[in-house]
């Protein structure tokens, strides 16, 4: 091997080795972008839904209620932001709910709140791919990269997780206001009354912004290509 040969490929390894280098801190880069974008995004959500939640269109006898979406904010985030983001999204919400509720014992807090809003954050595994999600800078742009119908079953399966919940903790807790009704007849109704509703709600807005903005992209662009 001559010393050209030799000089070249060194030159070609310190090439890569830049390039390597250069994508590595590109990466890192994003993921602080990403992280600090997600917690601003994440304290906005919360705080929106948390104060949704203080808004009561109807109020169900025994407790729960229908509101203006106040879950909506905690759904989009894990849309935008995925599970892992969002299961602490949710779990911090659950928290707050704990204000004002409710509260008997440890296990019913659990059911009724903790776990019932916590779950929320499956929604985040119907999210595109992290790899897209940090092409997209604008978190409500997120949206748009995600086909309509899986946004209705993330939130067609969360709402289902929440009634799960909240349907054990009718029939072991709540079980007195049942009457004469079967217990697990009652709570699947009682819950599930005003959970449809804030489920029916939550899909039309979030996938009516995705529409929107998918047909405002493309809008966009036919009038670029217009220009050219």
Same mark, same amino acid.
């Given at each position: 091997?001559?010393?050209k040969?030799?000089?070249?490929?060194?030159?070609e390894?310190?090439a890569?080795?830049?390039?390597?280098?250069e994508?590595?801190k #590109?990466?890192?880069?994003?993921?602080?972008r990403?992280?600090? /974008?997600? +917690?601003a995004c994440g304290g906005?959500?919360?705080?929106?839904?948390f104060?949704?939640?203080?808004i009561?269109l109807?109020?169900?006898?025994?407790?729960?209620?229908? #509101? $203006?979406?106040s879950?909506?904010p905690?759904?989009?985030?894990?849309l935008?932001?995925?599970?892992?983001?969002?299961f602490?999204?949710?779990f911090a919400?659950s928290?707050l709910?704990l204000?004002g %509720?409710t509260?008997?014992?440890f $296990?019913?807090?659990?059911?009724?709140?903790?776990?019932?809003? #916590?779950?929320?954050g499956?929604?985040?595994?119907f999210?595109?791919?992290?790899?897209?999600?940090?092409? +997209?800078r604008?978190p409500?742009k997120r /949206?748009?990269?995600? $086909?309509f119908?899986?946004?209705?079953?993330?939130?067609?399966f969360?709402f289902?997780?929440?009634?799960?919940?909240?349907?054990?903790s009718?029939v072991?807790?709540?079980?007195?206001?049942? %009457?004469?009704?079967?217990v697990w +007849?009652?709570?699947i109704?009682?819950? %599930?009354?005003?959970?449809l509703v804030?489920a029916?709600? #939550?899909s039309?807005?979030?996938?009516g912004?995705? /529409?929107?903005? %998918?047909?405002l992209?493309?809008n966009?662009?036919s009038?670029?290509?217009?220009?050219?």
């Amino acid at each position: 091997m001559s010393r050209k040969d030799v000089v070249s490929q060194i030159e070609e390894k310190r090439a890569e080795e830049e390039q390597k280098q250069e994508l590595q801190k #590109t990466a890192e880069k994003n993921q602080r972008r990403e992280m600090i /974008l997600s +917690v601003a995004c994440g304290g906005v959500c919360i705080a929106l839904a948390f104060v949704l939640s203080q808004i009561r269109l109807f109020r169900m006898p025994q407790g729960g209620s229908v #509101t $203006p979406a106040s879950m909506l904010p905690i759904i989009f985030f894990c849309l935008c932001f995925g599970a892992k983001k969002g299961f602490c999204a949710s779990f911090a919400y659950s928290l707050l709910q704990l204000i004002g %509720g409710t509260l008997i014992n440890f $296990p019913q807090v659990m059911l009724d709140y903790i776990i019932a809003y #916590t779950v929320l954050g499956f929604a985040g595994f119907f999210a595109a791919s992290s790899k897209k999600r940090i092409e +997209v800078r604008n978190p409500l742009k997120r /949206l748009s990269i995600i $086909p309509f119908w899986r946004i209705g079953a993330a939130v067609f399966f969360a709402f289902a997780l929440r009634l799960v919940s909240s349907v054990l903790s009718g029939v072991i807790f709540w079980s007195e206001y049942a %009457g004469d009704q079967n217990v697990w +007849v009652y709570s699947i109704l009682y819950n %599930g009354t005003f959970l449809l509703v804030e489920a029916a709600i #939550t899909s039309v807005i979030l996938i009516g912004i995705s /529409l929107s903005l %998918g047909l405002l992209h493309i809008n966009i662009a036919s009038g670029s290509g217009k220009k050219k």
